[in-house]
Nanobody, 115 residues
């Protein structure tokens, strides 16, 4: 029933790195633009990175230069490489289809950046 399964989060120190993964069904993943979202405490969910089926990427200004989104279509898996992490990156991270209905979400994976 769950369409997206996020993993890879954890507790890291400022300046550290994490790589998040998102497993999705083939029918959802293969031909659609995919995105990573995050929701921090007390804030709205925001789109932080997108990647098209052809591999073109875009990023929110807050993560540009630090995060890299990628996809492995053969594995139906989306990735988010996060470097130079800051405390303000602390949030629950989700994957989804930006052009979709955005009504069904996975459980997300918690990223906490703290000393």
């Amino acid at each position: 029933q769950e369409q997206f399964v996020e993993s890879g989060g954890g507790l890291v120190q400022p300046g550290g790195s994490l790589r998040l993964s998102c497993a999705a069904s083939r029918s959802i993943f293969r031909f659609w633009r995919m995105g990573w979202y995050r929701q921090a405490p007390g804030k709205q969910r925001e789109l932080v990175a997108e990647i098209t089926s052809g591999g073109s990427t875009s990023y929110a200004d807050s993560v540009k230069g630090r995060f890299t989104i990628s996809r492995d279509n053969a594995k139906n898996t989306l990735y988010l490489q996060m470097n130079s992490l800051k405390p303000e990156d602390t949030a629950v991270y989700y994957c989804n289809v930006p052009s979709g209905t955005l009504t069904y979400w996975g459980q997300g994976t918690q990223v906490t950046v703290s000393s």
